[in-house]
């Protein structure tokens, strides 16, 4: 199973992006997924989740709320990060996770994307 995360790159403040994470390989079905990120000189934080049952439940960080709007896709296999009115505190290393159950590994395990980055400057 993979995470392959793409969608970053360089906005002005108060712009938008659009981070998209697919999952790959012999996946049978995703549970919680979630988006954290990693600024420079900072510990990886969280940022948005959304469950994989239960009508689709999201939880956010407080410095992302109403900004920042995790949705998911089971048919693609793929969660989003709609990003909107851009600050360059959001600058930072976008990761997506997941707990994600697959045929070789039934019970399940939590897999990392290997980030985008996000650069928000004038």
């Known amino acids: 199973v993979q995470l392959q995360a793409c969608g970053g790159g360089l906005v002005q403040p108060g712009g938008a992006l659009r981070l998209s994470c697919v999952a790959s390989?012999?996946?049978?079905?995703?549970?919680?997924m979630a988006w954290f990120r990693q600024a420079p000189g900072k510990e990886r934080e969280f940022v948005a989740a959304?469950?994989?049952?239960?009508?689709?439940?999201?939880h956010y960080a407080a410095s992302v709320k109403g900004r920042l709007f995790i949705a998911r896709d089971n048919a693609k296999n793929e969660v989003l990060l709609i990003m909107d009115s851009l600050k360059p505190e959001d600058t930072a290393v976008y990761y997506c996770?997941?707990?994600?159950?697959?045929?070789?590994?039934?019970?399940?395990?939590?897999?990392w994307g290997q980030g985008t980055d996000v650069t928000v400057s004038s």
């Open positions: 996770n997941g707990f994600i159950i697959s045929s070789d590994n039934p019970e399940g395990d939590e897999y």
């Open positions: 390989g012999r996946t049978l079905s995703l549970y919680t």
């Open positions: 959304i469950r994989g049952n239960g009508g689709g439940m999201t």
